[in-house]
Nanobody, 120 residues
Framework: QVQLVESGGGLVQTGGSLRLSCAAS????????MGWFRQAPGKDREFVAN????????NYADSVKGRFTISRDNAKNMVYLQMNSLKPEDTAVYYC?????????????WGQGTQVTVSS
């Protein structure tokens, strides 16, 4: 059973940085795609970034391009989201997700989420 556990959220001022971590366990993830999503109060969950585990190729939402970086550590089975130049509109619960194979339409595994709050 795949388990995803996020950490690293918190309160930060506008312009600050945070790094979110996602510990993945229960499978060999070489065929998986991993993603970060977020959900702000009263809004739908939205895509932030994804990475293909085997190649490291990435995609980003336009709203975070140039500010956020997704990466993975194969040896530690970790996925990271480095968030720089944070804005109040980045405030949300951030979720780590996984899908197999990497080209699957939907993510089948989700973490519990970690809160990110950006104060103005």
């Amino acid at each position: 059973q795949v388990q995803l556990v996020e950490s690293g959220g918190g309160l930060v001022q506008t312009g600050g940085s945070l790094r979110l971590s996602c510990a993945a366990s229960g499978r060999t993830f070489s065929t998986y795609g991993m993603g970060w999503f977020r959900q702000a109060p009263g809004k739908d969950r939205e895509f932030v970034a994804n990475i293909r585990w085997s190649t490291g190729s990435t995609n980003y939402a336009d709203s975070v391009k140039g500010r956020f970086t997704i990466s993975r550590d194969n040896a530690k089975n970790m996925v990271y989201l480095q968030m720089n130049s944070l804005k109040p509109e980045d405030t949300a619960v951030y979720y780590c997700a996984a899908k197999s194979p990497w080209w699957a339409a939907a993510y089948g595994y989700w973490g519990q989420g970690t809160q990110v709050t950006v104060s103005s």
